[in-house]
């Protein structure tokens, strides 16, 4: 969408010039392999979700991570919407709108909220494990994983192919959430 665009020429702008010596990679920019030249790069997914934006569902996020050789050390992942900001920097735990967040310690799989895609709900409807009951519908794969995080959810499934602007933020943000 024209907001994706928008979204990841403001943020390439700020971080190319605060941070000149950074990589870049984005689900919006040709890769231009900058990532591979430097320690640091920005990876940023402008509008995770962008069906449930366009559609107006309050799910999409902006995902945007520090990587440092290849791994996650600044995560944060903004859902417009709802004025939830999650973050997370290695080593230092996982926060929303600044206050500490925590996985669910729920281990039954039988109790267990699935955060799942709408077009992929069909998938796992045919598996007696899973309580029809707490699957919820979301399209963010990121939003899904913070809100893991966070502890609203228990597990967020996805069965297609992602790539690391789709994960690197969620990723670092659900590992210091525990």
């Known amino acids: 969408t024209n907001a994706d665009i928008k979204i990841d020429n403001f943020l390439k702008s700020i971080f190319k010039e605060n941070t000149p010596n950074f990589g870049w990679v984005s689900e919006e920019t040709n890769d231009n392999k900058s990532r591979l030249k430097s320690e640091y790069f920005w990876c940023l997914d402008p509008i995770d979700g962008t069906r449930s934006y366009i559609n107006g569902k309050p799910e999409y996020t902006i995902s945007l991570a520090l990587i440092k050789k290849n791994k996650p050390v600044m995560g944060l992942i903004l859902n417009p919407e709802t004025q939830e900001l999650f973050f997370a920097m290695k080593d230092k735990g996982a926060y929303c ?71 690197a933020a969620s990723d670092l943000i659900l590992k210091e959430a525990g």
């Open 97 to 167: 709108n600044e206050k500490k967040i925590n996985v669910s310690q729920n281990k039954d799989i039988f109790s267990s909220k699935y955060g799942i895609s709408s077009s992929e709900i069909k998938i796992i409807q045919k598996y007696e494990c899973f309580n029809k009951d707490n699957i919820i519908k979301m399209g963010s794969i990121a939003y899904k994983i913070a809100l893991v995080a966070k502890g609203e959810m228990d597990i967020a499934i996805s069965f297609t192919k992602k790539n690391d602007w789709d994960l």
